[in-house]
């Protein structure tokens, strides 16, 4: 691609939250036009171009570790964008290996006013967690559940106003994975020396205690959002877990 000249023309964005990228000057315009031209991709037909782009973004992106950037082809050229910027969030899966690096992701997007439109884009989640982990996420808990603090609280999310982690800010969530250890997840360290402290300091749950707890969560996120699918993946413990998250980013 040549250059592009001084005078940048702003990207606004449309009611689907991707910047509109039709080309506004005669310089964009000469340039969109080159390459649906010369470009042997672009020349293809849009239906194997629509494969491409569906096997391109059908992956796990790790906001916690972002060795290469899932969107690096939206920024080709204004066509593949165009083309592809819906399908890209719509096929990719947004992979967190524990509860705090989900909840710091979360307040990076309700906190930063150029991120928001994003939580409108995210429709597929994955966390790791343990069964500690799941009444937390639920935000609830049986007993000691306070229906009218929750109502205020949804009153208040109704209106983009966000004081706790929630699932209810992503409009689009259609699915959500948990990663589920039977050992405690520990998200402060990636040492691989982890799993050895954690069985040697607390005990792990019994099989009672997490089936207990992914009935809580099930049933809470059924109240609450059943739009979205709940799937379970287990593992016997943190390492188990964690080889699973690195052979994603292979």
């Not at 340039?31 to 171009?49: F, G, Q, W, Y």
């Not at 943190?238 to 980013?249: C, I, N, P, R, V």
Request: proline share 6%; with cysteine.
């Amino acid at each position: 691609m040549s250059s592009s000249p001084k005078e940048q023309t702003p990207l606004p964005k449309l009611d689907s939250s991707i910047f509109d990228v039709a080309p506004k000057t005669d310089w964009q315009k000469s340039i969109t036009k080159r390459n649906a031209l010369e470009s042997p991709l672009l020349r293809m037909p849009r239906e194997l171009r629509d494969l491409i782009w569906t096997f391109t973004f059908t992956q796990t992106i790790r906001p916690e570790a972002p060795q290469n950037s899932a969107y690096s082809p939206l920024v080709v050229c204004r066509q593949l964008y165009r083309e592809a910027a819906s399908l890209a969030h719509t096929f990719l899966i947004w992979s967190f290996s524990c509860q705090p690096s989900w909840e710091n992701f979360f307040w990076s997007l309700c906190e930063n006013e150029k991120h928001k439109y994003k939580k409108s884009l995210i429709r597929s989640i994955q966390i790791g967690v343990d069964s500690t982990d799941l009444y937390m996420l639920a935000e609830r808990e049986d007993p000691g559940y306070d229906v009218e603090e929750e109502k205020v609280e949804i009153a208040r999310e109704d209106q983009g106003e966000f004081r706790r982690v929630t699932f209810r800010a992503f409009e689009n969530l259609s699915h959500l994975e948990l990663l589920l250890s039977a050992t405690e997840v520990f998200g402060d360290s990636d040492d691989d020396d982890d799993d050895e402290t954690e069985h040697d300091t607390i005990p792990p749950p019994n099989s009672t205690e997490i089936n207990e707890a992914k009935e809580n969560f099930t049933r809470t996120m059924r109240q609450k959002l059943p739009r979205v699918r709940i799937t379970y993946r287990e593992f016997g413990n943190t390492s188990a877990m964690k080889k699973y998250l690195e052979e994603q980013d292979l």
